[in-house]
């Protein structure tokens, strides 16, 4: 991956101060400073707190608000690096080995997938016997675990795959409780207890997402900004949509779609069967273009990385000169239109489609993964 460039830190700093001056009235309201207060109360009365954050951004998604208030030992906080689908696998084990040197206890999870939920389920299990074993009081049969993170991480998707997966009776799973899951930050509104495990019995909490009141680091915000922890109103589609091509202009990620290019996208149509029929007329027959494995399967996300790729391989300016760089975010927003079938009669409105479509297939994880924080030099996050 290329280093970012002083152009591509100008686009990110242009947002992040249009962020940070949105505060009040903007993404930090009356809700968060209630959602706020109602968590600190709740806080002393937990046993251990997981702080999840967005493994695509294990520093600028940090919750750090109420650490003051109620401090915990490292023991009794676990850090989850939720998303993990989402992030570069590579960067991702680079943070995780950071936070191990921390003495942060820290795990990575994918909240939609089943396997990686249990997994995470058993080292808290075993956490929590460690934990009743040493200082924790073995009398008490409950514990509670206590959700905390900035908005949209992912708080209460895991909160629901604990609760689906989690070993309890036959009778509480005829009753299985849903928290509201959504792509919109601030969907939470209260505090939700789920029962995840027995023998003991333990009780997720999930929380609504809060920020500070102020966010003075514009490359934190535009950050936020970018994976959705800060709502795309307070920005622009376009803005967010330009800062990602951007990042993907930097990344190598593109050159994985060397396989959509002309000659794949335009494969010829074979006949198949249909799933259910297996007579060999054509009637019982469908057309189908023999696609390259690729688990989205999905012609229009084949298409725009096609659009992507073949801009980004002819192009022969400087990133490094932010000219060029607008110059070749401007194309491939032009390619885009005609991938993602805008009208042409669309006129401005064009280029937010486009940029809500783009963001759509980002934050799905359908055009690459990304890590956006860098390893700090020295930094002790558990402290
Ligand atoms: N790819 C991917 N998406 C996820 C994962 N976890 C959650 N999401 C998606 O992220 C979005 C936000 O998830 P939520 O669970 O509502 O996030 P939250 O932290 O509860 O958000 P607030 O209630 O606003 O604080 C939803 O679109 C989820 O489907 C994950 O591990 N991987
Ligand atoms: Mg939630």
Known sequence: MATWSSSLFKLAREIGTAVSQKKGGGWYGPHMAAATRAI???????DIILEVRDARIPFSSEFDQLRNHHPFSSSRRILVLNKMDLASPTQFKEWITFFDQQNCPSFGVNSHNKDNVKEFLKFLQAHVRNLRKSDYDASSDTVTVMLLGIPNVGKSALANSLHQIGRITAAEKGKLRHATVSPQPGETKDIYSLKIASHPNIYVLDTPGILPPEIHDVEVCSKLALTGAIGDSFVGGKELAQYFLGIL???????????????????????HHKADQSSGSESGMIWKRQNPTDHTQDFMVQKVRKSLYEIMSCFNGNLDHEKDLVKLIEAEFKALREAFQIPMDSGEDADSKVASKLLNLYRTGRLGHYTLDHLPKRRASCE
Do not use: C, G, H
């Open 249 to 271: 202009n930097f990344s190598d990620e593109y050159k994985k779609w060397a396989k959509f290019s002309i000659n794949q996208i335009n494969k010829p149509l074979t006949l």
């Open 40 to 46: 600190a109360d709740r806080m002393p009365l937990v």
